[in-house]
């Protein structure tokens, strides 16, 4: 096999005997040439190659065979037909708390797991502080996994699946659990992992998510894998099937299958109208209210697709039903975790802002800033403050007011969030 090749999966299929008793599992038992039950196909006939370094998504909705498919990679489950090959070491995350023995502590669970993934003994002590330490459990490590809240169990499963430095992670949904901070945590170690050329099989419905993370996305369907493709097309499709009438998906579905191929070659557009915001959350308004957020390129056109190194100008207006002293707006430009990566305010061209806002009075607010960032999906903020009774307040925020994708474009030899120009150079000698 092709050492540039993590996984191939060959057409693989998977069917489950369903049995209206328990009486009939015997007979099928005991009469094999009679039917007791009945088939029932879970993944049908997928064939897939995904490269060293990859990160693949796999979206669809629930029952189209997306778990059943990650667990036969991982080895739980045997196809019905077909073959899985697999090229290194692999750790996955199926589901919460898969693989622990609740009467064991969570140290006894780390040396059981990091076993069955292939350590040795001297390997997983080497491992085991950096593990307790990413889990942040504490000495509730020594406790019995029985004892654990899920969020507990969750930490200690990922921090044993991400430190081991796997060569193929596979993730089902486990992104999604956890508080703020460790989910931030997890997205670096991602990204780390993605860094060291790992490959990573990802299972996820936040859109934004596989975005950002993903190199290619497939949709699956009912057991079949009906496209896959660059991840904005992917989405685009997946999003227009599932609020499709359902008397038409079949129509629809066949329909736009047929453009993934025409829809790739046409990925220079600028806008996507689909690419909405989920987690928007604007503020109670303290007399000012801000409106019509977004993002315009040199020519003046709306877009949310930008190219790295253009030039763009974020705007937005804030109409004003109080008057208020000292008035200053501001933006912020975050990652998909909430990383703040940098924003800036109307002081710097006001002073100390505008002396006096009057009651009716509208701002129109432009930000021109350069998209210096490596691929990968995006939020804005936007805000207005000034002293009201007195007081610096704010007056109206919204965060994650708009969304925006910066594409990649051609070869990309950089890392990380920020594009620092770096040049690099190599000399012999």
């Not at 209206?20 to 009679?34: M, Y």
């Not at 909405?276 to 959350?281: E, M």
Request: glycine fraction near 10%.
């Amino acid at each position: 096999m092709c050492s540039d090749i993590a996984i191939t999966i060959k057409n693989v299929g998977k069917t489950y005997w369903m049995y209206n008793a328990p009486l009939d599992r015997l007979k099928q038992v005991l009469f094999p040439r009679k039917k007791y039950h009945t088939e029932v196909q879970a993944i049908k006939d997928v064939s897939l190659v995904i490269n060293r370094g990859e990160t693949v998504g796999l979206v669809g909705r629930n029952g189209s065979g997306k778990s059943t498919l990650l667990q036969m990679v991982c080895g739980t489950l045997q196809p019905s037909h077909g073959t899985i090959t697999t090229n290194g070491r692999i750790s996955a995350l199926l589901e919460l708390g898969a693989g622990f023995d609740p009467e064991l502590s969570g140290k006894e669970n780390v040396f059981l797991n990091a076993s069955i993934l292939g350590l040795t003994s001297q390997e997983i002590k080497a491992k085991y502080s950096e593990i307790l330490e990413f889990a942040g459990i504490g000495e509730a490590i020594h406790q019995p996994i029985k004892t654990y809240s899920s969020g507990m169990s969750v930490r200690l499963a990922f921090a044993i699946a991400v430190v081991i430095d796997p060569d193929i992670l596979v993730v089902d949904e486990a992104l999604a659990v956890g508080d703020e901070a460790f989910q931030r945590k997890c997205y670096a170690r991602i990204r780390d992992i993605q860094q060291r050329g790992g490959t990573i099989l990802l299972v996820s419905h936040a859109a934004g998510v596989i975005m950002e993370l993903c190199n290619r996305v497939v949709l699956m369907e009912k057991g079949e894998m009906k496209a896959i493709g660059l991840p904005k097309i992917i989405l685009n499709l997946y999003h227009k099937l599932i609020y499709a009438p359902k008397e038409k998906e079949g129509e629809i579905l066949s329909s736009l299958i047929s453009q993934v191929v025409s829809m790739e070659a046409r990925v220079d557009t600028e806008f996507d109208p689909d690419m909405q915001p989920q987690s928007r959350v604007e503020y109670e308004s303290h007399g000012a209210l801000i409106t019509n957020p977004r993002i315009k390129n040199k020519a003046g056109e709306n877009v949310n697709l930008l190219k790295r190194g253009e030039t763009y100008r974020y705007s937005f207006e804030v109409d004003f039903s109080v008057g208020a002293q000292q008035v200053r707006c501001g933006m912020m430009i975050k990652t998909l975790s909430g990383l703040e990566l940098g924003g800036s305010s109307t002081a710097s061209a006001f002073k100390q802002g505008l002396a006096l806002v009057e009651k009716g009075e509208k701002l129109q607010v432009t930000f021109e800033f350069q998209a210096d960032l490596f691929p990968g999906v995006y939020f804005l903020n936007c805000g207005c403050s000034g002293v009201l009774d007195n007081k610096m307040t704010y007056l109206h925020r919204i965060t994650d007011a708009m969304m925006f994708r910066v594409i990649p474009e051609g070869a990309n030899a950089g890392t990380g969030t920020v594009d620092f120009k770096i040049k690099p150079e190599v000399k012999r000698g």
